[in-house]
């Protein structure tokens, strides 16, 4: 008499569905921030964003009695905020302004991956396999070919200078959230680095911007995926799938992100997508496969 096969349970429908999920809803973070900008400064805009969402996290909190982390903990948590929001959001929102196009900000952080198994392997001790590394570097030849030959428009100097503080700060923030905040409550967590991100951007836009904020239709719709959907939604995932998973598996999702970027950026804006492009994303999305075979037991019931 055979046995049935066992129920999937709620746990591992999520342990499944969870990174295409954030993928998707992190790569709409691109688009979404290029509506905005219609209406404000990058700084601007984010001090606005960082407001509303310390808002309904701070509700959140209260409601669901989070547990609050020590003085330790909150300092922890204000620098993982800092860089995770702060110099990562900063980076991409003023790349976008200086006319470099959606699709193409999302290439430099898209590297993340290869700075961040570099990176864990030596603070972390996460051992990466060479089945991981060829992943890894497969992933890197399908970002770059994913954007090959599109236009470096721009100011380059402030434009591509973001994209790089983002690419160096979401690498870092991911690695310190991983090693310092996995056993802080996501709620209060959240709550206080949403608050040192935005203290830095009101900072950031009092001094270099005049804070004029266009509130039409289309701002107030951007701002409002912005908050909800990026800034609670993709942030919760991203670290929920932190604490269950290695870094290098996690950091190895952002490698989709150009390419499922640049599909919505051809819709939307019209931006260039070709068959060497979706090439790219086949490679990416290789890539993936390849990192995260040994990764069957990251998530496991009793996680």
Same mark, same amino acid.
Not at 150 to 176: D, F, N, P, Q
């Given at each position: 008499?055979?046995?049935?096969?066992?129920?999937?349970?709620?746990?591992?429908?999520?342990?499944?569905?969870?990174?295409?999920? #954030?993928?998707?809803?992190? /790569?709409?973070?691109?688009?979404?921030?290029?509506?905005?900008?219609? +209406?404000?400064?990058?700084?601007?805009?984010?001090? *606005? =964003?960082?407001?509303?969402?310390?808002?309904?996290?701070?509700?959140?909190?209260?409601?669901?009695?989070?547990?609050?982390?020590?003085?330790?903990?909150?300092?922890? /948590?204000?620098?993982?905020?800092?860089?995770?929001?702060?110099?990562?959001?900063?980076?991409?929102?003023?790349?976008? #302004?200086?006319?470099?196009?959606?699709?193409?900000?999302?290439?430099?952080?898209?590297?993340?991956? &290869?700075?961040?198994?570099?990176?864990?392997?030596?603070?972390?001790?996460?051992?990466?396999?060479?089945?991981?590394?060829?992943?890894?570097?497969?992933?890197?030849?399908?970002?770059?070919?994913?954007?090959?030959?599109? /236009?470096?428009?721009?100011?380059?100097?402030?434009?591509?200078?973001?994209? $790089? *503080?983002? %690419?160096?700060?979401?690498?870092?923030?991911?690695? @310190?959230?991983?090693?310092? $905040?996995? =056993?802080?409550? !996501?709620?209060?967590?959240?709550?206080?680095?949403?608050?040192?991100?935005? %203290?830095?951007?009101?900072?950031?836009?009092?001094? #270099?911007?005049? =804070?004029?904020?266009?509130?039409?239709?289309?701002?107030?719709? +951007?701002?409002? !995926?912005?908050?909800?959907?990026?800034?609670? +939604? /993709?942030?919760?995932?991203? @670290? !929920?799938? &932190?604490?269950?998973?290695?870094?290098?598996?996690?950091?190895?999702?952002?490698?989709?992100?150009?390419?499922?970027?640049?599909?919505?950026?051809?819709?939307?804006?019209?931006?260039?997508?070709?068959?060497?492009?979706?090439?790219?994303?086949?490679? $990416?999305?290789?890539?993936? %496969?390849?990192?995260? =075979?040994?990764?069957?037991?990251?998530?496991?019931?009793?996680?």
């Amino acid at each position: 008499m055979s046995q049935s096969s066992p129920q999937p349970t709620l746990e591992s429908i999520a342990a499944r569905t969870a990174p295409a999920i #954030f993928v998707l809803l992190w /790569s709409t973070g691109f688009v979404g921030t290029k509506y905005v900008l219609a +209406g404000a400064e990058p700084l601007t805009y984010l001090t *606005v =964003r960082m407001a509303l969402v310390a808002l309904l996290m701070g509700v959140i909190a209260v409601i669901w009695r989070a547990k609050w982390p020590d003085r330790a903990g909150i300092i922890h /948590s204000a620098i993982a905020g800092l860089l995770v929001h702060g110099f990562y959001l900063g980076g991409t929102a003023v790349a976008i #302004f200086h006319s470099v196009p959606a699709g193409l900000s999302a290439l430099i952080p898209g590297l993340q991956p &290869i700075l961040t198994s570099t990176l864990a392997n030596r603070w972390l001790g996460e051992r990466v396999s060479p089945l991981q590394w060829t992943g890894l570097l497969m992933g890197l030849a399908g970002t770059l070919i994913v954007l090959h030959g599109r /236009s470096l428009s721009g100011e380059a100097g402030w434009g591509w200078l973001g994209t $790089c *503080v983002a %690419l160096v700060s979401i690498t870092l923030g991911t690695l @310190y959230q991983k090693r310092y $905040c996995s =056993r802080i409550d !996501w709620r209060a967590g959240n709550f206080i680095q949403f608050i040192a991100a935005g %203290l830095l951007f009101a900072l950031g836009a009092w001094l #270099f911007e005049t =804070r004029v904020i266009v509130w039409n239709r289309e701002f107030v719709l +951007g701002l409002a !995926w912005l908050v909800i959907v990026l800034s609670i +939604g /993709s942030i919760g995932l991203l @670290y !929920w799938l &932190i604490r269950h998973s290695a870094a290098t598996r996690v950091a190895s999702l952002f490698y989709l992100v150009p390419g499922v970027t640049a599909i919505m950026a051809y819709v939307l804006f019209d931006e260039r997508l070709d068959l060497i492009s979706i090439a790219g994303m086949v490679i $990416c999305a290789t890539a993936v %496969l390849l990192v995260n =075979r040994p990764a069957k037991a990251d998530i496991s019931p009793g996680s």
